[in-house]
T-cell receptor, first 111, second 111 residues
Framework: DTEVTQTPKHLVMGMTNKKSLKCEQH?????MYWYKQKAKKPPELMFV???????INESVPSRFSPECPNSSLLNLHLHALQPEDSALYLC??????????FGQGTRLTVV | DAKTTQPPSMDCAEGRAANLPCNHSTISGNEYVYWYRQIHSQGPQYIIHGLKNNETNEMASLIITEDRKSSTLILPHATLRDTAVYYC????????????FGTGTRLQVTL
């Protein structure tokens, strides 16, 4: 199983809503990543978890809150987002220091 | 992590070899060169990586110059399905380090 599964595939939320994005992998990877990608731009790193601990936060606003409840699961909790936060959110996983495998992303629209 | 420079776009005829260059003149001795591609609206896909020796797998070949300041990704027989944005990334090994995407090369394969 070389798959990283992200749910939901599409999400529309209001600026006052609270929602969560979910990412799951069963490859035994101990590093997991969140990226944000705007249209026609490269993916931008948001967070890195290593052995279930947050190791990198790229100065992401606090309205994005990551969580890694176990080695297979990564969540991104969303609260009070702005329309400019609309983007494709990508999750990836890897063995620590090795090639990363990406999910297909969640396309988020904030209205 | 070292910065990479790639041409913004390239064309290739179907069935011909696609040679995608990448400049990484500030690469450190322990940093690897990774290549990913992203087909429209999908998550990035790992292609290949290397340190200093040339590498080949079922998807592509990676040629790294002796001084390691540049590399070339070779798709030996490009098909229409290889149309994508190709990203060259330099990354340190070991820890869950950043996988930082540059602007990439948009490869268009034509009939």
């Amino acid at each position: 199983d070389t798959e990283v599964t992200q749910t939901p595939k599409h999400l529309v939320m209001g600026m006052t809503n609270k929602k969560s994005l979910k990412c799951e992998q069963h490859m035994g990877h101990r590093a997991m990543y969140w990226y944000k990608q705007k249209a026609k731009k490269p993916p931008e790193l948001m967070f890195v978890y290593s052995y279930e601990k947050l190791s990198i936060n790229e100065s992401v606003p606090s309205r994005f809150s990551p969580e890694c409840p176990n080695s297979s699961l990564l969540n991104l909790h969303l609260h009070a987002l702005q329309p400019e936060d609309s983007a494709l959110y990508l999750c990836a996983s890897s063995q620590v220091g090795s090639e990363a495998f990406f999910g297909q992303g969640t396309r988020l629209t904030v209205v | 992590d070292a910065k990479t420079t790639q041409p913004p776009s390239m064309d290739c005829a179907e069935g011909r070899a696609a040679n995608l260059p990448c400049n990484h003149s500030t690469i450190s001795g322990n940093e690897y060169v990774y290549w990913y591609r992203q087909i429209h609206s999908q998550g990035p896909q790992y292609i290949i990586h290397g340190l200093k020796n040339n590498e080949t797998n079922e998807m592509a070949s990676l040629i790294i110059t002796e001084d390691r300041k540049s590399s070339t990704l070779i798709l030996p027989h490009a098909t229409l399905r290889d149309t994508a944005v190709y990203y060259c990334i330099v990354r340190a090994p070991g820890t869950a380090s950043k996988l930082t995407f540059g602007t990439g090369t948009r490869l268009q394969v034509t009939l």
